[in-house]
């Protein structure tokens, strides 16, 4: 989600009321229960911890589109080991989750050789991220690449057949559960605003882009339209979720609500809202 802060805790010292912020409001990792569980809501409150500064070029749409799947991307790296130099085959190119693998691993990783899948319609597009090659899934198996990489990650859970591209030794992560591949290693995310803050400055330079399906962004009253276009599996990079209509933005906290934020939150005005 990205959104303004209206109303911070005590000890909330990183944030201000009126600032542009954006993150991930569910830590997966906390030990106790999840605080939250959703951002389809005109409020929401969050730890400041997860959260960041909205970068200055990016509009409410591109913020909110980014936490889930960069920080689901960045932990797919860590869990392989990855190392620059090395290639990899990128499964699912044009998805959420891989589009921003394609530029992190290009710009950011220093790989020696991208390669990545899509469907026809789609391989320019995934060029432009990008990929040094572009396979088209739907004319190519992967019994057919004789290439073998040093890394598969799997964006779209179909470790069971796309694993035979890997070399040997090679990691081959997946970030769907079940595993579909005994082989595979199953990746996460670790939610944190400080490492949302250590993207900053490819961002806002440009090397790292936020990829919205054109089909968006959806008004909030076309939420079940949104997701059953995001079920449908054509989307290309993120489905977002417009704005609420300015009538039902409220101006302040009612008070009676103020007692909902503890010393180590912020409420926030959630301008856009992440889908998937």
């Known amino acids: 989600m990205a959104g303004v802060v209206l109303e911070k805790g005590s000890s909330v ?53 980014l936490p889930l799947a960069v920080q689901t991307a960045i932990e797919g790296f860590k869990t392989a080991g990855f190392k620059e130099g090395q290639s990899i085959f990128v499964v699912g190119g044009a998805g959420g989750v891989g589009t921003l693998v394609v530029q992190l691993v290009k710009h950011l990783y220093g790989a020696s050789y991208v390669v990545a899948t899509t469907s026809t319609p789609k391989v320019e597009f995934v060029k432009k991220l990008g990929a040094d090659k572009v396979v088209d899934y739907t004319k190519t198996r992967y019994e057919d690449i004789n290439e073998k990489y040093d890394f598969v990650y799997d964006t779209i859970g179909d470790s069971k057949n796309s694993f035979v591209v890997a070399k040997d030794d090679a990691p081959i992560v997946d970030i769907t559960w079940p595993l579909p591949n005994p082989r595979a ?47 449908t599996g054509r989307a290309r990079g993120k489905v977002v979720i417009s704005p609420f209509p300015s009538e039902h933005l409220p101006s302040s906290i009612p008070s009676e609500s103020k007692n909902n934020v503890t010393s180590e939150m912020v409420r926030m005005d959630l301008k856009k809202i992440y889908v998937s």
């Open 185 to 231: 290693v199953y990746s996460s995310l670790t939610v944190s605003g400080e490492n949302l803050e250590k993207l900053r400055p490819y961002l806002e330079s440009g090397k790292l882009k936020a990829v919205i399906d054109p089909t968006g962004p959806y008004n909030f009253g076309d939420i079940i339209e949104a997701f059953r276009y995001l079920e």
């Open 13 to 65: 010292t990183k944030f201000d009321i009126g600032d542009e912020i954006y993150g991930n409001i569910q830590d997966f990792n906390a030990e106790e229960n999840l605080k939250q569980l959703g951002t389809l809501a005109e409020l929401v409150v969050v730890e400041e911890s997860l959260i960041a500064r909205k970068p200055k070029n990016l509009s409410f749409e591109e913020a909110a589109s």
